[in-house]
């Protein structure tokens, strides 16, 4: 055999000892280098950078909503997310797919291409803390304290409250983060005030007509939340998704006029008799009862007539009115409404016309009477019906169309024409501000008019008394 040249052995083991080196150095720099990279961003959040290396906007928005989100949660702050774009977005086919989204990480939820983000705060678990503004400022937010008076310190003896937080915003890279409290009022309600700027604010300061809440006041149910994750981040939102948006939608709340009620009442003093208090105490029983019984049957309905009058003129009841009065668009009828009465204790007194003209409900609760008058749509006007029992004479009430507001009433959380005062003129015409105790349904309102008779073959099925 001939023989081995150890020198070119160890040489050669050598050489292959080095490349093999170098391919393991290169497979670390170009791939596992790479993947480290790729599990920071899947740790940091979606899209931290771009392909050009430039932050873009999604970037920016989840950036702000996480360094905000990171420091409520330091300070114990309970946001839940409020932002009617985000929750749009929540659909049940897109929480099926967080799973996914996950795994492919992207601002899916609080990316909405808006420069805001809402979120809201029971106000009652707000203590001010000024180590959490000075922490929001070193993170480089800029704030803006927006403060109004307190409607739950109001009343006809004191018409200022004291001024309390409504709305923050915070902004940071041209985005905006709006905090709205919620305060609880007496009829068991969440609220949050109007946004009014003062002469003083930066009016640049953001797109105020951008922002979901602060138009005007609002009124909501207390919302059940729930801790999710959206986008990487963790967030409560509201448990029922949908009926929140709906009620975002409908939430505008008109505050009674404390001022002008006490005018009024200074000119025309109220009744303090044991007999007026009495009735307003019925009143208040029944109304609540009402609202239980329709609350039930899913069935909106608002105060009318002389009921609405009180809560616009006085902030009260009209004590000498002897009755309740609420309205219901035809639409929302149900025919099981006068059985789920009935099963709440109230007797049917009368049943006037039927569902497709001029329905009336009446029913009695120990002496005081509640009235339902259903409302029809034509055109640009509404109306409701009225039916004179002995003659079968049919009258018709006509106001200019109207939205429904919430109002308060009696620790009551109720439905008022957000229109109240073209309601209230349209039905007792312009002097509505001066009591009158003698009235006569069938001449005395402004906007009544004859409507024809009912046949008298349908006088058992369209005129029924009890």
Not at 147 to 165: C, T, V, Y
Not at 387 to 414: D, N
Request: aromatic share 14%; glycine share 6%.
């Amino acid at each position: 055999m001939p023989r081995v040249n150890r020198t070119a052995v160890v040489t050669l083991l050598l050489v292959c000892s080095s490349a093999f080196l170098l391919l393991q150095l290169y497979y670390y720099r170009n791939y596992v280098s790479t993947i480290s990279h790729h599990a920071f961003l899947l740790q940091a959040g979606p899209h931290i950078l771009s392909r050009t290396g430039h932050l873009t906007a999604n970037d920016l928005q989840w950036q702000t909503v996480k360094k905000f989100l990171g420091l409520a949660r330091h300070f114990r702050l309970p946001l839940f997310l409020a932002d009617t774009a985000a929750l749009t977005l929540l659909s049940h086919d897109a929480l099926r797919q967080r799973d996914r989204l996950v795994r492919e990480p992207h601002c899916s939820f609080l990316c909405t291409g808006r420069p805001v983000t809402s979120f809201a705060l029971h106000a009652n678990l707000w203590k001010y803390d000024p180590g959490f503004l000075l922490a929001a400022e070193q993170k480089g937010f800029e704030l803006l304290e927006l403060r109004g008076e307190d409607p739950r310190l109001a009343s006809l003896d004191n018409l200022s409250g004291e001024e309390i937080p409504l709305h923050f915003l915070f902004r940071l890279n041209g985005y905006i983060i709006q905090v709205v409290f919620l305060y609880e009022r007496s009829g068991n309600y969440l609220w949050h005030g109007e946004l009014r700027l003062k002469n003083n604010v930066d009016r640049s300061f953001a797109p105020f007509k951008l922002l979901d809440y602060g138009r005007h006041a609002g009124s909501y149910d207390r919302p059940e939340l729930v801790l999710t994750v959206l986008d990487g981040l963790d967030v409560r939102i509201p448990g029922n998704v949908s009926r929140f948006l709906s009620e975002q939608l409908q939430a505008r709340f008109l505050e009674c006029r404390y001022r002008d009620a006490r005018n009024f009442l200074q000119l025309y003093p109220d009744d303090t008799s044991p007999e007026a208090v009495d009735f307003r105490k019925k009143v208040k029983s029944l109304l609540h009862l009402a609202a239980r019984i329709l609350a039930q049957l899913d069935i909106p309905f608002w105060l009318s007539s002389g009921t609405c009058l009180g809560w616009f003129r006085q902030c009260s009841v009209i004590s000498y009115s002897r009755d309740v009065d609420i309205g219901i668009f035809i639409k929302d009828f149900r025919s099981d409404i006068i059985a789920a009465f009935r099963n709440g204790g109230l007797s049917l007194k009368h049943k006037f016309g039927k569902a497709g003209d001029s329905l009336e409900l009446s029913f009695l609760s120990d002496d005081v009477k509640l009235d339902i008058f259903f409302f029809y749509e034509d055109g640009d006007i509404m109306w409701n019906g009225g039916t004179q029992a002995k003659s079968g004479k049919k009258f018709k009430y006509i106001f200019p169309r109207f939205s429904l507001c919430w109002a308060e009433l009696l620790e009551l959380k109720v439905r008022v024409p957000c229109e109240t005062l073209d309601y209230v003129t349209a039905n007792y015409g312009a002097s509505w501000s001066v009591p009158v105790r003698s009235w006569d349904w069938k001449l005395s309102p402004s906007n009544v008019q004859e409507n024809g008779v009912w046949p008298p073959a349908e006088w058992a099925e369209l005129i029924q008394v009890y």
